[in-house]
């Protein structure tokens, strides 16, 4: 493993292969990949990192959206062209990145994320009024709150172990409620321009929840419905953390996805 901190971001490269860039959630730290990275290593050299505010980052005092996210994800890579993987407001910065920085990105895997824009659909009502009735919350007792709605129905009571090292994970380095501000207000403006993502060729595989109750599954299914390229899978009873929840299906899907990209790139 080689661990870096450069002047605003910690990096992690794990592995040796062809570089896989994992770029996670609103609020998340790497730790949302505790499942992915050692898996992906074998095969990839794989780069993970705390997203701006989160984990051993430097919490910025000025303000930023995802633009300036995409060009974190640049920095890292420092030239090099990746399969990129983005979850949630990582999707939105890998396709943004996608947009901006062609020459990075090889192909792109989104899990749980969306295109934005006016038909974007929005989490339930019921949803919205939790995270709002949580707003002022220590930082463990919001984390146990609401951290189940990331979840499918009734799968924290079901899997209480994980879901207490899930916590510790999440707790190792906690996210300054600036922090969420901040990338909570980003979402707010790509979801306000929306992306073009018609004009994205690479290979992509669209994974959704059918559960997931953050980013509703109908957004993933329009995402991949506009991606000129891409392969849409549906998980029956999977919510929005879907790489925690059920990573082995994800893993296997990422990597089955990889492989058949570069084969057909190779031939």
Known sequence: MRGAQTQRLYTEEHGDGEPLLLVE?????????????SVFARHYRTIAFDTR????????AEP????????DAAEILDGRTADVVGLSMGGYVALTL???????????????????????????QDVRDAYAAA?????????????PLTFSSGWTERN?????????????????????????????????????VELIGVPA????????????VENGRALAARLPNARYVELQGRGHNVQLEDPETVNRLV??????SFAFASA
Not at 64 to 71: F, K, N, R, S, V
Not at 162 to 172: P, S, T
Not at 255 to 260: A, G, I, N, V, Y
């Open 255 to 260: 990597l089955d996805f990889l492989r058949e």
């Open 25 to 37: 959630g609103l609020g998340q730290s790497m730790w949302a990949w505790r499942d992915q990275i």
């Open 53 to 60: 505010g989160t984990g051993r980052s430097v919490v910025p």
């Open 98 to 124: 996608a947009l901006s920085r062609p020459d990075l990105v090889r192909s792109l895997v989104l899990i749980g994320t969306g295109a934005g824009g006016p038909d974007r659909v929005p989490r339930p």
């Open 205 to 216: 595989l669209v994974v959704h929840g059918d559960a997931d109750v953050i980013v509703p």
């Open 160 to 196: 209480p172990e994980r879901f207490e090292e899930i916590l510790a994970a999440r707790g190792e380095h906690p996210t300054p409620d600036v922090t969420l501000d901040a990338h909570l207000e980003a979402c707010y403006g790509f979801y306000a321009r929306g992306c073009q």
């Open 64 to 71: 930023y959206g995802i633009d300036e996210l995409a060009q």
């Open 135 to 147: 707003i002022g919350l220590p930082f463990d007792e919001y984390g146990r709150k609401m951290m």
